[in-house]
Antibody, heavy 118, light 111 residues
Framework: QVQLVQSGAEVKKPGASVKVSCKAS????????MHWVRQAPGQGLEWMGW????????KYAQKFQGRVTMTGDTSINTAYMELSRLRSDDTAVYYC???????????WGQGTLVTVSS | QSVLTQPPSASGTPGQRVTISCSGS????????VYWYQQLPGTAPKLLIY???QRPSGVPDRFSGSKSGTSASLAISGLRSGDEADYYC????????????FGGGTKLTVL
C-alpha cells in the first residue's frame, strides 16, 4: 500500500526556518506530484504548493511566495518543505499529500506539528 | 477566509441523511472537479470523493457527491456515529499552474 511518512514534530523560535520531510514508499515517487497542506490549530486546511519530483518544478500559493521552498530527492524517494522566517501564526500541522497536478490528493502523510514559540 | 464556502457545522441523528454544501466560483468549482476529504479527530485527512462523484475503493456508498454550476454537495445517508468528523471540499482554481483551494471545513456532529 502506498505510504507517506513524515518527519517528527519541531519547535522553532520566531525568525528561524524549518524543514519537514516526507518519505514515499511502495509507489513510483517520480510519477506523481507532492502537495503540501497545512492546518493551524482548530482551523481548516490550507494548500501551500506542489513539487514535481521528476522535473523539480514547483508552484507555491501566493501567500507563501518568498518563504517556502519545496524540494525532492529521488534517490531516497523523499520530498521536503522548508519554511523560513517563521512567525507564531505558522504554528500548524504540515501535511504532504501525493497526487496528480489536477487530481485527487491521495494518500496523505501523517502530519508534522511545527510549533513556533519564543 | 477560504475561497470555497462551507457551513461551519452540520448535524444529524443516526440513520438520517445529511448534506454538506460547498460554494465556489467559475474559476474553481465552475470549471474543475470537486474533491471531498474526511478528517476524523486527531488524524490526517483522507480522500472521500474525487472527480465530483467518484468513491475510492473502501468508501461506503452511503457517501455521495454531486456538483452543479459553481456549487457542490456531499451527502451522507444512514448516518453513523463513526461519521463524526470534519469534511473539506477542494478544487483546482487554476488548471494552468495547478493552484488549489479548500473550503473552510464542516464539522459534522452525530447527535
Amino acid at each position: 500500500q502506498v505510504q507517506l511518512v513524515q518527519s517528527g514534530a519541531e519547535v522553532k523560535k520566531p525568525g528561524a526556518s524549518v524543514k519537514v520531510s516526507c518519505k514515499a514508499s511502495r509507489y513510483t515517487f517520480t510519477g506523481y506530484y507532492m502537495h503540501w497542506v497545512r492546518q493551524a490549530p482548530g482551523q481548516g486546511l490550507e494548500w501551500m504548493g506542489w513539487i514535481n519530483p521528476h522535473s523539480g518544478g514547483t508552484k507555491y500559493a501566493q501567500k507563501f511566495q518568498g518563504r517556502v521552498t519545496m524540494t525532492g530527492d529521488t534517490s531516497i524517494n523523499t520530498a521536503y518543505m522548508e519554511l523560513s522566517r517563521l512567525r507564531s501564526d505558522d504554528t500548524a500541522v504540515y501535511y504532504c499529500a501525493s497526487g496528480d497536478l489536477l487530481d485527487k490528493f491521495d494518500p496523505w502523510g501523517q502530519g508534522t506539528l511545527v510549533t513556533v514559540s519564543s | 477566509q477560504s475561497v470555497l464556502t462551507q457551513p461551519p457545522s452540520a448535524s444529524g441523528t443516526p440513520g438520517q441523511r445529511v448534506t454538506i454544501s460547498c460554494s465556489g466560483s467559475k474559476s474553481n468549482i465552475g470549471s474543475n472537479y470537486v474533491y471531498w476529504y474526511q478528517q476524523l479527530p486527531g488524524t490526517a485527512p483522507k480522500l472521500l470523493i474525487y472527480r465530483n462523484d467518484q468513491r475510492p475503493s473502501g468508501v461506503p456508498d452511503r457517501f455521495s457527491g454531486s456538483k452543479s454550476g459553481t456549487s457542490a454537495s456531499l451527502a451522507i445517508s444512514g448516518l453513523r456515529s463513526g461519521d463524526e468528523a470534519d469534511y473539506y471540499c477542494a478544487a483546482c482554481d487554476d488548471i494552468l499552474s495547478g493552484l488549489w483551494v479548500f473550503g473552510g471545513g464542516t464539522k459534522l456532529t452525530v447527535l
